[in-house]
T-cell receptor, first 116, second 112 residues
Framework: EAQVTQNPRYLITVTGKKLTVTCSQN?????MSWYRQDPGLGLRQIYY???????DKGDVPEGYKVSRKEKRNFPLILESPSPNQTSLYFC???????????????FGQGTRLTVV | GDSVTQMEGPVTLSEEAFLTINCTYT??????LFWYVQYPGEGLQLLLK?????DKGSNKGFEATYRKETTSFHLEKGSVQVSDSAVYFC???????????FGKGTMLLVSP
């Protein structure tokens, strides 16, 4: 079954304690991205990756890091989490056929992060 | 920059009512347009898409027509069901750019 898997689904942590949210896809997609979803703000892109070892900032990258060492994995790293990073996070992947125009983005089920 | 504006929710309807969720966009060139749906506790799923002006996307009884003259992509369904209760996101992808720009989402609540 084609899917994007995020772990963990729920996480409560304390300010300043480094954490990693993992994302893995089994569709051999080149493109992967991370979004955060906040009430009244919709989805905002944090980082994206066009392929292995190629990453770029989205709209709200501050406080986050990513890496793309393998095609299937795209972890999101919060080196020093703060309460304003409390949010619902989604990983997504899609294939590239030129631009993104005709390809569907597949989303993970989300990770609800609370930073206290 | 690119932007997508959706009507604010929640939209509350009775079963079998007609649904319209408005979406307008601002983008350079000729973007592709999408509607994604998020059911409670789940990730987003593609509902329908249109890649050029006057295209109509359709799926599961939902329809949306790409109107370049009004820069709109309104979502419609003739008869909603309780199972359609979800958050609906309008999005665009601009030619040459591999990112999706989302609207803020519109919650739909359908009562029996």
């Amino acid at each position: 079954e084609a899917q994007v898997t995020q772990n963990p689904r729920y996480l409560i942590t304390v300010t300043g304690k480094k954490l990693t949210v993992t994302c893995s896809q089994n569709m051999n997609h080149e493109y992967m991205s991370w979004y955060r979803q906040d009430p009244g703000l919709g989805l905002r892109q944090i980082y994206y990756s066009m392929n292995v070892e190629v990453t770029d900032k989205g709209d709200v990258p501050e406080g986050y890091k990513v890496s793309r060492k393998e095609k299937r994995n795209f972890p999101l790293i919060l080196e020093s989490p703060s309460p304003n990073q409390t949010s619902l996070y989604f990983c997504a992947s899609s294939s590239r056929q030129g631009a993104l125009l005709n390809t569907e983005a597949f989303f993970g089920q989300g990770t609800r992060l609370t930073v206290v | 920059g690119d932007s997508v504006t959706q009507m604010e929710g929640p939209v509350t309807l009775s079963e079998e009512a007609f649904l319209t969720i408005n979406c307008t966009y601002t983008a350079t060139g000729y973007p592709s347009l999408f509607w994604y749906v998020q059911y409670p506790g789940e990730g987003l799923q593609l509902l329908l898409k249109a890649t050029k002006a006057d295209d109509k996307g359709s799926n599961k009884g939902f329809e949306a027509t790409y109107r370049k003259e009004t820069t709109s992509f309104h979502l419609e369904k003739g008869s909603v069901q309780v199972s359609d209760s979800a958050v609906y996101f309008c999005a665009l992808a601009r030619s040459g750019y591999s990112t999706l720009t989302f609207g803020k989402g519109t919650m739909l609540l359908v009562s029996p």
